[in-house]
């Protein structure tokens, strides 16, 4: 999975708790470094980048016993992190630490460079390009900047002829597959021109456009196909709609299980490998064993059938064997030989073979040839037969101990498959989150259940999976609102009304706008459908609403954060209007529209909440849309 200039985008605010932390200990791997680095009043983080990827790890790797000398160099120059920030829109990471860089280009084939100012004294390795080289030694020259489409007062301007897909994943430097899922969000082709579009669909790209660049509203997820991971993202992926999904609070949590998941899977098929190896050849040797086990009975039963049948045989044989010696000792072997084939006697008839070299006579009997040994006793030759039988047996007897073991063995090492399976579970501990916490949520002062969605996929979800008869359903009046459901609803007072109202106009773009204030209508499930008029479009997550609406009239924004206590001694935080939450929670802060970053805010809440050990980021992603001020 390649990170992308937006996932670098998601990641910053992340990133940015490192800010004056302190390097302790520096890894690095092939083309993958491990930063650890610990930030005072919070545990220490580990940041792990490679030439495709950057993401904080909660996951602990093997370490190379002797470092590389560009990983001596890092432990040697880097201490404070001063800053860490993306460059422009480019996959370009860059922490500074007093007069040192650490630049970590994360595009082509990557490169990590170590600079003193901005003369370069380590680099992962060397390049030279038309434009700039990466050499020790040398000053450091950036690649030339990609567009940021953050910049840019209209994102289709900067969209040339050819292909939309190509467009937006080169002009825009989004990729191709967040290229891809803008065009399936907005159901266009991405064969398609921007010059075939008509005006609807160009403001219905434009809109999908800056909404996957909307970095406050992210829900972070892992996408997997069956126990294999696909693709993390901070947001839902349309290609991916039919896989599996794991979702996460923090984008780097996402990709960290990717990675990890990965490296969990090749470690398991590098251990079935191994152990199928060995069971194949234990397998091997088993058959091996039975095999032989089968030629020692056959050998033993056919050696007892040939010492029985000379004794079934006994004049017969004893006659052929005194005709065959006194004829050898007269004529000698070869003449013996010449009278057998040219005799017509029921003695020449019997012989089939005489073998000088080892002194037999080999005799076709009615139930097969035998082989009598001349100048030695018939009951010499069967006691031959009997000992070789013997000795068959014998051996069978010592073949069944060994083949015993080796289905012991066997047996063991399936054991061990089973085993190896079990430690394959996940085991994390983590607390399970209810169902409800994938959405933005509270409890009314009345103490019903309000959600919100966060973004078109969840709006979606809410009304299509959870609202149910006997609910109510609330959205501002305009373009782009979240829905709001209200549990049982139609049971529901004034007050919870009241603040239904208020959260579908907090968590909007009012809130993120400043305005303050917007009407809001609510009106019964079976009223809103996703089914438009001919003509009508609808982007995911929209739908239609039939018949009267009642309508709430100027409704305020209204927003207050505060500890919830989702289970014993464990909270959780928890942003709705002020009514509710001063219900709900032990503490609470007021907010309102303002300037501050959500991650500024979130830590200012953060220290407020400081005894009930919050989240910071289950915070950030728990506050409206956009800048938050908390009210004294």
């Known amino acids: ?132 080289e990466i050499r020790v030694g040398q000053d450091y020259v950036y690649p030339e900047p990609t567009t940021d489409p953050r910049e840019i007062d209209d994102v289709l301007e900067q969209i040339r002829g050819g292909e939309l897909v190509r467009q937006i994943a080169s002009e825009l430097s989004f990729g191709g597959t967040y290229a891809e899922e803008v065009l399936a969000r907005t159901r266009l082709d991405k064969h398609q021109g921007l010059e075939d579009l008509s005006r609807e669909q160009r403001e219905s790209l434009r809109s999908e456009i800056e909404s996957l660049m909307d970095t406050s509203e992210i829900n972070p997820r892992l996408y997997l196909d069956g126990e294999d991971p696909v693709r993390s993202s901070p947001f839902h992926l349309e290609k991916y709609a039919e896989n599996s999904v ?127 040994y001349l100048y030695e006793d018939l009951e010499a030759t069967a006691s031959r037969f009997y000992d070789k039988a013997k000795e068959s047996e014998d051996k069978i007897e010592s073949a069944k101990e060994a083949l015993e073991d080796t289905e012991k063995e066997l047996e063991e090492l399936e054991k061990q498959e089973i085993e190896v399976e079990e430690v394959m579970d996940d085991k994390s501990g983590k607390r399970s989150k209810e169902w409800f916490e994938k959405y933005r949520w509270f409890r009314s002062s009345e103490d019903f259940l309000v959600l919100a969605g966060r973004d078109a996929q969840t709006n ?57 204030a917007d009407d809001v209508y609510y009106v019964d499930p079976d009223q809103v459908t996703e089914n438009p008029e001919s003509g009508e479009y609808l982007a995911k997550g929209a739908f239609v609403v039939r018949g009267d609406r009642e309508y709430m009239r100027n409704v305020s924004v209204d927003a207050a954060a505060g500890p919830y206590e989702i289970q014993e001694d464990v909270y959780i935080p928890v942003v709705g209007p002020s009514e509710a939450i001063s219900s709900l929670c032990p503490d609470y802060l007021e907010l309102k529209p303002g300037h501050q970053k959500k991650s500024e805010a979130a830590k200012k809440v953060n220290r407020a909440f400081s005894d009930y050990d919050l989240d910071l980021d289950y915070i950030v992603r728990a506050l409206p849309p956009g800048g938050s001020e908390i009210l004294e």
């Open 246 to 372: 794991r979702e996460f609070e923090k984008f780097s949590e996402a990709i960290d299980r990717f990675y990890y998941l990965n490296k969990q899977l090749e470690e398991k098929r590098k251990r079935e490998e191994a152990y199928q190896e060995k069971k194949e050849g234990i397998e091997r040797q088993k058959r091996q064993q039975e095999m032989k086990i089968r030629g020692l009975r056959e050998s033993s039963e056919q050696n007892r059938e040939k010492a029985e049948r000379i004794y079934e045989n006994y004049q017969k044989l004893q006659q052929v064997k005194r005709q065959l010696e006194n004829s050898i000792d007269e004529v000698g072997w070869d003449r013996t030989r010449e009278k057998i084939q040219e005799s017509d006697s029921e003695a020449s008839e019997l012989v089939n073979d005489l073998n000088e070299q080892e002194g037999f006579v080999s005799v076709d009997l009615k139930d097969g040839s035998l082989k009598v």
């Open 1 to 132: 999975m390649e990170l992308t200039s937006l996932d670098l985008s998601i990641l910053m605010d992340e990133f940015s708790q490192l800010e004056g932390g302190h390097v302790q200990k520096v890894y690095q791997r092939g083309e993958e470094l491990s930063l650890e680095i610990y930030v005072p009043g919070d545990e220490k983080k580990r940041l792990v980048v490679g030439t495709d990827r950057a993401f904080l790890s909660d996951y602990k790797r093997d370490n190379p016993t002797r470092p590389p000398g560009f990983c001596m160099e890092l432990r040697k120059h880097l201490g404070r992190v001063d800053s860490i920030t993306q460059r422009g829109f480019d996959r370009v990471l860059e922490i500074e630490s007093g007069e040192n860089r650490l630049i970590l280009e994360m595009f082509g084939k990557g490169n990590f460079i170590l600079t003193d100012g901005d003369r370069i004294i380590g680099a992962l390795r060397e390049e030279d390009w038309a434009d700039r």
């Open 460 to 516: 979606d979800m809410l009304v299509k999976k959870h609202m149910e008869p006997g609910d109510l359903y609330f959205h501002a009046d305009f373009d782009g609102a979240p829905s709001v459901v209200v549990k049982d609803g139609q049971d529901c007072g004034e007050a919870t009304r009241k603040e239904a109202a208020a959260a579908a106009v907090t968590f909007s773009k009012t809130w993120k706008a400043g305005i303050g």
